[in-house]
């Protein structure tokens, strides 16, 4: 049993040397790399955040046009008669 757990205690520090020698080479080709994938990326979120805050914007005052006009419609006396 102890062979047995000390081969695998070797198996797994062999892949934790395997995938730390992996992000090395990884962080060392993107440091070659310009940043404008970043910039692009981050222009990108921007405008979808501002298009979202625009669009919710939006249906909250829908929200508010319809909920005033059903409640025009209505009238306080449907109102106070449904409850």
């Known amino acids: 049993m102890l062979l047995y757990q000390a081969f695998v205690a070797l198996e797994v520090a062999e892949q934790r040397r395997r995938e730390a020698d ?3 080479l990884a962080a ?5 790399r310009p940043q404008n994938d970043r910039s692009i990326r981050r222009l990108t979120a921007v405008a979808l ?6 669009a919710a914007s939006l249906a909250r005052r ?3 046009c ?12 449907r109102v106070a008669a449904s409850h």
Do not use: F, K, M, N
């Open 49 to 54: 955040a501002s298009v979202s805050s625009a």
């Open 22 to 24: 992996q992000d090395r």
């Open 28 to 32: 060392l080709a993107r440091a070659g």
């Open 66 to 77: 319809v909920a005033d006009d059903l409640a025009e419609r209505l009238g306080p006396d």
């Open 62 to 64: 829908l929200d508010q």
